[in-house]
């Protein structure tokens, strides 16, 4: 099977998503925080630093449930236009998830 190249919109995503878990984490470690998902430290390095810009849901879900994030928050933040993403940036709004 061919994986088609990820467009720009799908690497922004995946950048936002690893952010969001990232914050999420707090000073939780990150191997502690991989094996209570069922991860492995780097699968988790990688989605934070955005390096796997698409996960698998059942990787996100495992995160989320782990972090204590609903899955219906996380992606209203992940999946946000840009427009709205740049304007935030620009204002410096932080975007918080609500357990």
């Known amino acids: 099977m061919v994986r088609l190249p990820l467009t720009p919109a799908e690497i922004e995503r995946g950048r936002r998503l690893g952010a969001l878990l990232r914050e999420a984490r707090g000073s939780r470690s990150m191997l502690t925080t991989a094996l209570d998902a069922g991860l492995s430290p780097e699968t988790?390095?990688?989605?934070?630093?955005?390096r796997v810009a698409t996960p698998a849901f059942s990787t996100v879900a495992a995160l989320a449930a782990v972090l204590g994030l609903s899955l219906d928050a996380l992606w209203a933040e992940v999946s946000r236009p840009d427009d709205l993403v740049s304007r935030d940036a620009r204002a410096g709004e932080d975007a918080h998830l609500v357990p």
């Open 44 to 50: 988790l390095r990688k989605i934070e630093s955005g």
